[in-house]
């Protein structure tokens, strides 16, 4: 195969993928089909099937394209030296951003969760599982004396889960909330992930 046919397959694919990826955000997966995609990328519905066998693929590569690790992991990896506090609000910060540049993620978020029961989550998983727990460990090698001993995957779950706390929140609630609501509220988010919210932090040993 040439190199100008290689070089215009991927442009296909990408093109493919940029048509895909709106009509999912805007219309949902089963409002889209697989000729509305190939309509908008410019190609003919055959053409979109030699590069694709399914919708279903469509939307898994799609999925994996848009994702924010691909600008996430590269910023924990790349932040080794920092104090924890430091190291946690520049990786905070790079995907608030990474999400802001992207907002349909959170769309093609609730399709996989709501239109596919989280089917390909279980995927995405294990495939990142290891650059996951390196990225754990980076961090846990940061300030290892002032950590507990949390497994390194639970330590990324736990962060995972007060991003996706704060982000939804921040998007469904914080337009029309009262100032307090947003005041500090990136701050506030790592201070509860770091020391938790109990004035005495000794008193976490009371849930083990």
Same mark, same amino acid.
């Given at each position: 195969?040439?190199?100008?046919?290689?070089?215009?397959?991927?442009?296909?694919r990408?093109?493919?993928?940029?048509?895909?990826?709106?009509?999912?955000?805007?219309?949902?997966?089963?409002?889209?089909?697989?000729?509305?995609?190939?309509?908008?990328?410019?190609?003919?519905?055959?053409?979109?099937?030699?590069?694709?066998?399914?919708?279903?693929?469509?939307?898994?590569?799609?999925?994996?394209?848009?994702?924010?690790?691909?600008?996430?992991?590269?910023a924990?990896?790349?932040?080794?030296?920092?104090?924890?506090?430091?190291?946690?609000?520049?990786v905070?910060?790079?995907?608030?951003?990474?999400?802001?540049?992207?907002?349909?993620?959170?769309?093609?978020?609730f399709?996989?969760?709501?239109?596919?029961?989280?089917?390909?989550?279980?995927?995405?998983?294990?495939?990142?599982?290891?650059?996951?727990?390196?990225?754990?460990?980076?961090?846990?090698?940061?300030?290892?004396?002032?950590?507990? !001993?949390?497994? @390194?995957?639970? #330590?990324?779950?736990?962060?995972?889960?007060? $991003?996706?706390?704060? %982000? &939804?929140?921040?998007?469904?609630?914080? !337009?029309?909330? @009262?100032?307090? #609501?947003?005041?500090?509220?990136?701050?506030? $988010?790592?201070?509860? %992930? &770091?020391?938790?919210?109990?004035?005495?932090?000794?008193?976490?040993?009371?849930?083990s």
């Amino acid at each position: 195969m040439s190199t100008d046919t290689l070089r215009r397959g991927e442009h296909s694919r990408t093109e493919i993928l940029q048509a895909a990826h709106e009509l999912f955000v805007t219309q949902g997966y089963h409002g889209t089909s697989m000729r509305q995609i190939a309509e908008k990328a410019g190609l003919a519905l055959g053409s979109l099937y030699n590069h694709f066998a399914s919708k279903e693929d469509v939307f898994l590569a799609v999925f994996w394209e848009f994702h924010p690790y691909h600008g996430v992991l590269p910023a924990i990896l790349a932040s080794q030296g920092e104090p924890i506090e430091q190291f946690t609000r520049h990786v905070m910060d790079r995907m608030i951003a990474s999400v802001n540049a992207n907002p349909g993620f959170l769309n093609l978020m609730f399709i996989e969760v709501v239109e596919f029961k989280g089917a390909h989550l279980s995927q995405l998983f294990s495939a990142l599982q290891p650059q996951w727990t390196q990225a754990a460990q980076t961090v846990i090698h940061v300030d290892r004396e002032r950590l507990r !001993p949390i497994p @390194p995957l639970m #330590f990324i779950r736990i962060f995972l889960g007060i $991003f996706f706390a704060y %982000y &939804l929140t921040e998007t469904l609630f914080a !337009p029309q909330a @009262p100032p307090e #609501f947003r005041q500090d509220a990136v701050d506030r $988010f790592i201070e509860v %992930y &770091l020391y938790g919210i109990m004035a005495d932090s000794s008193s976490a040993a009371a849930i083990s």
